[in-house]
């Protein structure tokens, strides 16, 4: 089973959809969670970080359950500025020994 | 805001040579890291570096990879002998200690795009 597990899209809406993106991850003692942005053969950008009792920013919102194993991300109000690859990110541990484990991503075109 | 600097952005080199991929991370940041993105895959874990030695290394990283902080402010990636398979795009990070909350303050520089022929 992959560490990190995203349905890979693409994901086509027209501007102003909703969009959700989801995502599982395998290793229970992960610690912390992100989604990141990336656009074409960028650097991956954090979006924001994923709290358990749920955030919002702006039009983003992200849900994370501990006991499902599984993160979600809500876009309302889609631009075509929202156009990229959602990358869901695992950070398994702190410390010296913090990683970052990244899901395949899930690309997002938004449309006229 | 403070960015962490990859160079060069791009690089082509035979099969067999030696490369030297260069990062300059954030002046105050303590921990480092490559990470690597073959096209069309996701971005994976190369190595970690704190405190001048290596904290961990993926099984990516094998003899054939070094990392070294030659000065205090470069962070150097060598791959000895290129391999085809090595083409891909390859990331320094950097950061700060921090909460896991706040993502550490990890900072990724732009990357350089690394062609084997």
């Known amino acids: 089973r992959k560490e990190v597990e995203q349905d890979p899209g693409p994901f086509n809406v027209p501007e102003g959809a909703t969009v959700a993106f989801n995502c599982t991850y395998s290793n229970s003692a992960s610690q912390s969670f992100f989604w990141y942005r990336q656009d074409c053969r960028k650097e991956p950008k954090l979006l924001m970080s994923?709290?358990?009792s749920g955030n919002e920013d702006g039009r983003f919102t992200a849900q994370l359950n501990r006991a499902s194993q599984y993160i979600s991300l809500l876009i309302r109000d889609s631009k075509l500025s929202d156009s990229a690859t959602y990358l869901c990110v695992v950070n398994r541990r702190g410390g010296t020994a913090s990683k970052l484990t990244f899901g395949t991503g899930t690309r997002l075109q938004v449309t006229l | 805001e403070p960015e962490v600097t990859q160079t060069p952005s791009h690089q082509v080199t035979q099969m067999g040579q030696e490369v030297i991929l260069r990062c300059v991370p954030i002046s105050n940041h303590l921990y480092f890291y490559w990470y690597r993105q073959i096209l069309g895959q996701k971005v994976e874990f190369l190595v970690s570096?704190?405190?001048?030695?290596?904290?961990?290394k993926s099984e990516i990283f094998d003899d054939q990879f070094s990392v070294e902080r030659p000065d205090g402010s470069n962070f150097t990636l060598k791959i000895r002998s290129t391999k085809l398979e090595d083409s891909a795009m390859y990331f320094c990070a950097s950061r700060v200690s921090g909460t896991p909350l706040s993502n550490y303050g990890y900072t990724f520089g732009s990357g350089t795009r690394l062609t084997v022929v």
């Open positions: 994923v709290y358990s």
């Open positions: 570096f704190y405190n001048n030695e290596i904290s961990e």
